[in-house]
């Protein structure tokens, strides 16, 4: 005698031709992979926005901001200016997501950010980059008056890796 209940023998008896009878599992996997590359195309689609650039920038700075504490300076409200200005300049000419990356770079560059003054200096750049010449007047006016040494801009000197 086995160790095998009856039931279970019976039960493969009656699971093996069926399991047969279905036929092949191919359709399944191509049609898996199908949704897929559908899904990942329309996640793409949503991502490559301007406005969820925009916004993820803005989650990231305000993580960082509020470590610090001083959600309500001068230089948040700035920053919140020009990413409205990128954000309605990109809706207005059409432009994807990694248009906007690429007008925002300049605030990421390590190399040429060392001072306050320097990151207002990339943000008079990126105002004049489209075409906002008041935002750049109002930020060359307050680069004059920014402070080197504020807590603010250590912290996102420390973010950036400066």
Known sequence: MSDVPVSVT??????QPVAESSGSIWGYVAGG?????VAGFAGFKFINKPAFIINRVRKRNLKEIK?????NSDF??????LL???ENHATKNGMKGTDVVNIISP??????????????QSMIYIAN???DTTLAREFKNKSKQ?????PLMAGLFKRAGI
């Not at 019976?10 to 699971?15: D, G, H, L, N």
């Open 107 to 120: 605030m990421n560059d390590t190399a040429r950010i060392k001072t306050a003054g320097d990151m207002y």
């Open 33 to 37: 992979v199908a949704l897929l590359i």
């Open 67 to 71: 470590k610090l504490g001083v959600e």
């Open 76 to 81: 948040v409200m700035d920053l919140d200016k």
């Open 84 to 86: 409205d200005s990128v």
């Open 10 to 15: 019976t039960a493969a008896e009656v699971i």
């Open 146 to 150: 920014v402070k080197a040494n504020s």
């Open 129 to 131: 980059s489209i075409n």
